[in-house]
């Protein structure tokens, strides 16, 4: 997805000595944004457009799955459900009168919170940011190391345990790893909470970024701190668990591609101390897949927490998205759908251009 | 005078998948302080292995066995923080290919100063005015302007002296060339080895320099070494085994060359046949079937070097061009 492009860099000799070549550009160009742009505009509206219609195909009833027991047998009641949020206009109809609302800002008002999708959304957005910022830190600073760990071991008993280790948490499931050790940790071992954000009763940091942990330290609440770092720590670390894994393959076949670099020889010719060597020539050497990757393991962070968020009541986007869709809350669903594909076109955005800030022969959409 | 840089019976078994094999058996050369020692030879024959050794490069499954002298010390079994105080501070190595051995992503700044500093406890300041002065020593123009570049912002010649000036950062007493010019265009081919020569008369570095360019050595050379499949066939003062070679593989190096440096009157053409890999190297004398002046004897016994009063040596018993003999 990367449209970032390698300058070949083997320039003739015949070029006049004296005369410098051009200074470095910027890495990102004009044209490029307006093309992301664009690319963002037509992507959202594919993407609504699909969730339309697969939750306007799909056979069951947004009223008997939101109205009581009661209003449920009551017909007028339910056509008053179908009335106001529009469910028996045709499919154009709503999809168009949908997109007029977008233009304006709107996303509808959610049916299970009765509240602006808009607010709803950005309400959870920094329990999950929190959340996947979180799992993501922790699947770099683990995983990295562990790939160089397992290139430098490379075929020694310490590599084969590790990649065994990582091919199995790349194909687990997050949330079953999530029940599991929810029964581990908090009913067995009690060492964890079992779930939320705070404690039962505890009061929220007053609100800078929404995200609890950073608020707490900002507001300077070290309690509220540590009770909030208590209750991210298991989520997170599940949610990190395939990035990890993910992270230590790829980081080792980076360690072990790059290793055998001349640069990596002629450094060490130089006299560098070995874990200089590593650090700053081979680790460096490998930056841009290790960005690939954890732009690809924060995508995928997002998506698990659907069902993640749900196991640790963690009321962030992730069960926003889950409970929408059993509620069948079509707004509320299409909202999230929309933002969780903003989010995807960002990372891949911030990916890019890091690519053009870790390697200079790159520039982003030439 | 003693020797700068005396390698004795070099030997090295490289790792490969059908077991070690030997790429370099019985290398003998010495370096002269202030001189330009040259080593030629096809490519294969373990020019390359031979100083990746010296400087204890080569990977830890690597069997290096011999001597290697850095004026008088053994560095072959040295340990590896040792090694590192002689890497890039004693002895320094320009590598074939500029592009490939600079790191893509650092500063030519970076990468000109992180030894210095490592070495010489320079500070960052203090290593970066150094930096330009080697830069300007290079004969680099800006050279204030380059310390913030990156390797692919210039040319191969511009890199390799880049590259030389790494070298000399931390004024070594040998420098290792190993085809510094191989990857350049041949336009600036001249101008990098007469850089390096005209370093080696300021500071007095002795340069080992590897190059397949006979017509190089006999303009910059002082000693000659030829290798043949990991071996030293012919050795001594470069005019001496340009004009008069006495190994039949250097005499035909030289017919290969449309060159006057060949003074053999065998005209112009290369050498028949290929040269040996080294898991399955010809017995005796490796060059024997490629040989027109072979005899029974060479496909059997490995030939002892003969040495002449000019220090002149060659490994060539039937000796077809010894003087008063016609081939
Ligand atoms: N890493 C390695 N593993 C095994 N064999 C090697 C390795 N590197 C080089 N060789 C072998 O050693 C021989 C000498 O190589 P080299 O010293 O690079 O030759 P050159 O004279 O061209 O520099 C070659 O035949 C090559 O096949
Ligand atoms: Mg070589």
Redesign the pocket.
């Known amino acids: 997805m990367t449209n970032a492009e390698k300058t070949d860099g083997r320039q003739t000799d015949g070029r006049r000595r004296g005369a410098l070549p051009r200074r470095r550009r910027s890495p990102i160009s004009v044209a490029f944004v307006v093309r992301r742009f664009l690319a963002t505009v037509v992507l959202c509206l594919a993407v609504t457009f699909v969730v339309f219609l697969l939750s306007n195909v799909i056979p069951a009833d947004p009223a008997s799955a939101n109205l009581g027991d009661a209003a449920r047998s009551d017909p007028e009641a339910v056509a008053a459900f179908r009335a106001k949020y529009h469910l028996d206009d045709g499919l154009l109809t709503q999809y168009g009168e949908f997109l007029q609302r977008l233009a304006h800002g709107d996303l509808g008002t959610s049916i299970q919170t009765q509240q602006p999708v808009l607010s709803d959304l950005a309400d959870r957005a920094p329990a999950t940011a929190e959340l996947a910022i979180a799992a993501v830190f922790m699947a770099v600073l683990v995983g990295v190391p562990l790939g160089m760990v397992s290139a430098l071991k490379r075929d020694r008993p310490a590599d084969h345990l590790l990649r065994t280790v990582s091919l199995t948490g790349m194909s687990v499931p997050a949330f079953w790893l999530g029940l599991l050790a929810l029964q581990l940790f908090y009913y067995r071992l009690g060492w964890v909470p079992g779930g939320g954000r705070l404690p039962v009763g505890g009061e929220p940091p007053p609100s800078v970024t929404g995200m609890y942990t950073l608020d707490a330290l900002l507001t300077g609440r070290l309690g509220t701190f540590t009770d909030a770092v208590h209750h991210l720590i298991l989520p997170a670390l599940i949610l990190a668990t395939p990035g990890i894994a993910l992270l230590t393959r790829f980081t080792r076949a980076a360690v072990l591609d790059v290793i055998s670099e001349d640069y990596v020889r002629a450094a060490t010719a130089k006299g560098l101390k070995r874990s200089t060597v590593l650090r700053r020539y081979v680790l460096r050497g490998a930056t841009p897949l290790v960005i690939t990757v954890s732009g690809l393991a924060l995508a995928n962070v997002f998506v698990a927490s659907v069902l993640v968020e749900q196991v640790f009541s963690w009321s962030g986007l992730g069960s926003y998205a889950y409970q929408s869709a059993v509620r069948l809350d079509f707004p509320a669903v299409m909202g999230a759908c929309l933002c969780i594909t903003l989010v995807y076109v960002t990372i891949n955005l911030v990916v890019d251009v890091l690519y053009g800030v870790v390697d200079p022969r790159i520039r982003v959409g030439s | 005078m003693t020797p700068v840089l005396e390698i004795r019976d070099l030997r090295v078994k490289?790792?490969?998948p059908r077991g070690h094999?030997t790429?370099?058996d019985g290398v003998d050369l010495t370096a002269e302080p202030e001189s330009i020692a040259g080593i030629a030879?096809?490519?294969?024959?373990?020019?390359?292995?031979?100083m990746l050794a010296v400087l204890g490069l080569l990977?830890p499954d690597a069997i290096v066995e011999g001597s290697a002298r850095l004026a008088g010390r053994e560095l072959i079994g040295l340990p590896e923080r040792e090694l590192r105080a002689v890497r890039g501070r004693r002895m320094a190595m320009i590598f074939q290919d500029p592009l490939a051995s600079l790191h893509p992503m650092l500063t030519i700044g970076r990468q000109l100063t992180d030894h210095m500093r490592a070495h010489l406890g320079l500070g960052r300041a203090k290593a970066r005015a150094r930096a330009v002065e080697l830069l300007a020593e290079v004969r680099l123009p800006d050279p204030a302007g380059m310390l913030d570049r990156h390797p692919h912002e210039f040319s191969g010649g511009m890199r390799q002296r880049v590259a030389i000036a790494m070298a000399l950062a931390c004024e070594p007493e040998v420098i290792i060339g190993?085809e510094p010019t191989t990857a350049l265009d041949v336009t600036v081919q001249a101008g990098i080895l007469r850089l390096l020569d005209r370093l080696r008369r300021e500071s007095g570095v002795t340069v080992v320099l590897?190059t397949h360019d006979l017509g190089v050595m006999s303009a910059l050379a002082d000693t000659l070494s030829v290798?043949y499949s990991?071996r030293v066939v012919e050795t001594g003062t470069a005019g001496t085994v340009l004009r008069r070679p006495r190994h039949p593989y250097t005499a035909g190096l030289l017919a290969a060359l449309p060159s006057p440096e060949a003074k053999v009157d065998q005209g112009v053409r290369p050498i028949p046949g290929t040269p040996p890999?080294?898991g399955d190297r010809p017995s005796g004398c490796a060059f024997h079937p490629r040989c027109p002046h072979g005899v029974d004897q060479c496909a059997v016994e490995v030939p002892a070097p003969v040495e002449l009063d000019d220090r002149h040596r060659f490994a060539c018993p039937p000796d077809p061009f010894a003087a008063g003999r016609t081939s």
């Open positions: 490289m790792p490969t094999v790429v370099v030879g096809e490519s294969g024959s373990g020019k390359t292995i031979t990977p190993d590897v290798f990991g890999v080294p």
